[in-house]
């Protein structure tokens, strides 16, 4: 698995995610940015191919996520998230628990999408009350700049 991070890692520049990352600070703010890449030929997990806090967060994790009820709207249904408090973190994620002790408590998720496919998705989490529905499209607006990069690896 490893070996398969470390190629989409190395085929994505590198400036793409510091720009991501720069526009997402500067229009929402955030504790944790992440980027989840489906993986190509798999159904089940997605691959961690960036984030904004590596130690606690590392790139090439796998994270089950298509069994869940988020996955369904977001990975399948090709849609946008927002998640506020304890109940909507824990509904979505399988990592709840470090999250929460990271004092994450709102989130937004946008999909990257390709060919009406979601083929990464780009998720902002940040404290209790950070964010709003309303954030949801220009979200999805900004996830669209890692479509060239992801769609082709």
């Known amino acids: 698995m490893t070996e398969l991070a470390n190629w989409i890692a190395r085929e994505v520049e590198p400036a793409t995610f510091q720009?991501?990352?720069e526009i997402c600070r500067r229009s929402f703010g955030f504790r944790l940015l992440t980027v989840l890449r489906r993986i190509p030929g798999e159904t089940r997990d997605v691959l961690r191919v960036h984030s904004s806090n590596p130690t606690?967060?590392?790139c090439s994790t796998r994270k089950p996520m298509?069994?869940?009820a988020w996955a369904k709207?977001?990975?399948a249904g090709g849609q946008?998230?927002?998640?506020?408090?304890?109940a909507a973190i824990r509904w979505a994620f399988p990592d709840a628990d470090l999250m929460l002790k990271l004092g994450l408590g709102s989130c937004l998720c946008a999909p990257v999408l390709a060919d009406g496919r979601t083929?990464?998705?780009l998720s902002l989490n940040g404290e209790k009350g950070a964010y709003r529905p309303d954030d949801l499209a220009p979200l999805g607006a900004i996830a669209q700049l890692l479509k060239a990069e992801l769609s082709t690896k």
């Open 66 to 68: 298509e069994r869940t």
């Open 73 to 75: 709207v977001v990975l």
């Open 56 to 58: 606690e967060y590392p």
């Open 19 to 21: 720009m991501v990352e």
């Open 80 to 86: 946008g998230w927002w998640g506020e408090g304890e």
């Open 119 to 121: 083929i990464a998705v």
